[in-house]
């Protein structure tokens, strides 16, 4: 069994910058894609960015050369970083990982974006 928990989102600055951090602990072994999503009020949930277990990525076009998805294997737990720089106010949403091999989501964590 596969839990996820994500933290680091909070309020910043337009021009700012903010690292999301997702922990996948458990029967991790067979984990292949994780990815971000973000869902904005009254939106639906898109996808920001995945990483295979190769290091492959995939950005969606409104965050590419913003923001950098990084991916850490350990035995018993995967790591998936998500670095945003040049934060803009359209940007805010609620910020989800996702394991797509087990069809897993995190909790969520909000990020804000001020103008």
């Known amino acids: 069994q596969v839990r996820l928990v994500e933290s680091g989102g909070g309020l910043v600055q337009a021009g700012g910058s903010l690292r999301l951090s997702c922990v996948a602990s458990?029967?991790?072994?067979?984990?292949?894609?994780m990815g971000w999503f973000r869902q904005a009020p009254g939106k639906q949930r898109e996808l920001v960015a995945a990483i295979s277990s190769h290091g492959t990525t995939n950005y969606a076009d409104f965050v590419k050369g913003r923001f950098t998805i990084s991916r850490e294997n350990a035995k018993n737990t995967v790591y998936v970083s998500l670095q945003m720089n040049s934060l803009k106010p359209e940007d805010t949403a609620v910020y989800y990982c996702?394991?797509?091999?087990?069809?897993?989501w995190g909790q969520g964590t909000q990020v804000t974006v001020s103008s």
């Open positions: 458990g029967s991790v072994f067979s984990i292949n894609v």
């Open positions: 996702r394991d797509y091999t087990n069809d897993l």
